[in-house]
């Protein structure tokens, strides 16, 4: 058996190297170089997909500081790009009538046997390049991992029949404990689950690795009093302005001065523009804070190992709960509310992450493992109401659940989470109530008088007036 493991980001490599050295792909996690040459032992290929916007700019996951360790647990590093060149990853699909024809020139070009069954571990289907993946190697058992808060929520878009009948595992990071992802689980895959401590293993082993790039860029030992803000990209993604992003990144600072803490780590997203780091730097200068710049290219989790923040702020980047998840650090979510209000459209796949990131930080809901008694409500119903509006094709069997949340939640803050309108086109509490003068009439009444009112319009057009009463009464 071959596993293909198909990742383009460097947190999912260390999610998957972690799966792999506590054995939960199967093997034996860490082996020795002796167990490692036997012929029983199970392959691994790993599939480096660069999906930014320009790759030729852009180090992939395997090329980044940090990776070198992890590549070790692989027989095979393979780049998808060049593999599929001219073509980019996230446009690159193929016809069914090509597929076995590639199928076999990869299996060559890759060592695998014309026969050897396969097992293809991807990231989120059914979009590309884990889609092209399952085109590609038609009959290959499918299995997904995870990748940060994403994953507690629902797909885009519906499997192809394929694809979901060989579909086995959902691997994920425990990072909210308690709280099962609702990723494709209208297809009761097997959940396998990591724990954040296996994973924190792999960040320190990489924060050890770089220890001279953190060194050069004064980030190798604990920075005491510090906040760690962490810059995110909504501009790019055309959610907010670039104003807008600018001014939510100063609340930030705004927020570290608020906690009486006197030391700004900032960490730009990798691929956001550099403008804010001017402005940021003279607002700590006038709050007084000392500015540190983490221009790195590194995950934001080997700065927190590294740096050691007694607070991490953030809008909604998973950043946060891998940052109390595996360091337990405090956390503060800024701009949440205004992104709820303006995000669109509903079923846009940053909802569940702002959502979860809102609600642990408004004092109204806790983790299902909270401490006994705490009386701020349990995650898990507003997840299935949100999900469930997101996505009533997919996640039908959440409807119940969807409606009792929304019944108890009528003239509530949390009404916040969900669109009128969307409640109205569902049928669903809290939506949109219609005029007084339609509520009592049925659907086919209100068809006849409309139809009734058009043909009075066509009629006077050829100067012929009907008293509309008499249309109605007969139709």
Not at 29 to 57: H, K, M, T, W, Y
Not at 175 to 189: D, S
Not at 247 to 252: S, V
Not at 308 to 330: D, H, I, M, N
Request: hydrophobic letters at 40%.
């Amino acid at each position: 058996m071959t596993q293909i493991i198909e990742i383009s980001t460097q947190y999912q490599l260390a999610n998957v190297a972690a799966l792999i050295r506590s054995g939960r792909l199967g093997g034996d996690g860490n082996l020795g170089e002796a167990d490692r040459l036997g012929d029983d032992r199970q392959r691994r290929i790993l599939v480096v997909a660069n999906n930014s916007f320009a790759p030729e700019l852009t180090p992939a996951a395997d090329a980044m500081p940090g990776s070198r360790g992890l590549l070790a647990d692989f027989d095979l590093v393979v780049d998808w790009n060049a593999a599929i060149w001219p073509n980019h990853p996230k446009a690159f699909g193929i016809s069914g009538e090509r597929a076995p024809i590639m199928e076999r020139a990869l299996r060559r070009e890759w060592g695998i046997d014309d026969h050897e069954p396969l097992e293809l571990i991807v990231e989120s289907l059914p979009g590309h390049p884990a889609g092209a993946l399952t085109q590609i190697f038609s009959t290959a058992a499918i299995s997904v991992h995870s990748d940060g808060l994403m994953s507690y929520g629902p797909v885009r878009n519906p499997l192809t029949l394929p694809q979901w009948q060989r579909l086995r595992a959902i691997f994920y990071t425990d990072l909210l404990p308690g709280i099962t992802p609702r990723q494709l689980a209208e297809h009761t895959p097997d959940r396998v689950v990591l724990p954040t401590a296996d994973l924190a293993d792999v960040i320190d082993a990489m924060t050890a690795e770089v220890a001279d790039d953190l060194a050069t860029a004064g980030l190798d030992s604990p920075i005491d009093d510090s906040a760690l803000v962490l810059g995110q990209y909504l501009a790019q993604l055309d959610l907010i302005t670039a104003e807008e992003e600018l001014e939510l990144h100063l609340q930030m600072i705004d927020e570290v001065k608020d906690a009486g803490l006197s030391t700004v780590i900032f960490k730009p997203h990798p691929t956001s523009a550099r403008t804010t780091i001017g402005p940021l730097r003279r607002r700590c200068e006038e709050f007084g804070l000392e500015f540190v710049l983490a221009d790195v290219p590194l995950l934001a989790e080997i700065v927190v190992a590294a740096t050691r923040p007694e607070l991490v702020v953030s809008c909604f980047s998973t950043g946060l709960a891998t940052a109390k998840g595996l360091y337990g650090c405090q956390t503060a979510a800024v701009g949440t509310e205004r992104l709820l209000a303006e995000l669109a459209p509903y079923q846009n796949s940053n909802r569940i992450p702002l959502t979860i990131i809102d609600a642990l930080h408004s004092g109204r809901y806790e983790l299902p493992d909270a401490p006994a008694g705490t009386v701020a409500r349990n995650l898990n119903g507003l997840i299935d109401a949100v999900t469930y509006c997101m996505q009533p094709g997919s996640a039908a069997h959440l409807r119940g659940s969807a409606i009792d949340f929304l019944r108890s939640a009528i003239g509530g803050p949390d009404m916040k989470y969900f669109k009128r309108k969307r409640l109205t086109a569902l049928d669903l509490p809290g939506q949109l109530q219609p005029p007084m003068h339609r509520k009592t009439l049925s659907a086919a009444k209100r068809h006849l008088i409309s139809r009734a009112k058009r043909t009075q319009r066509v009629l006077k057009d050829y100067g012929i007036t009907v008293d509309a009463s008499k249309l109605k009464r007969n139709g």
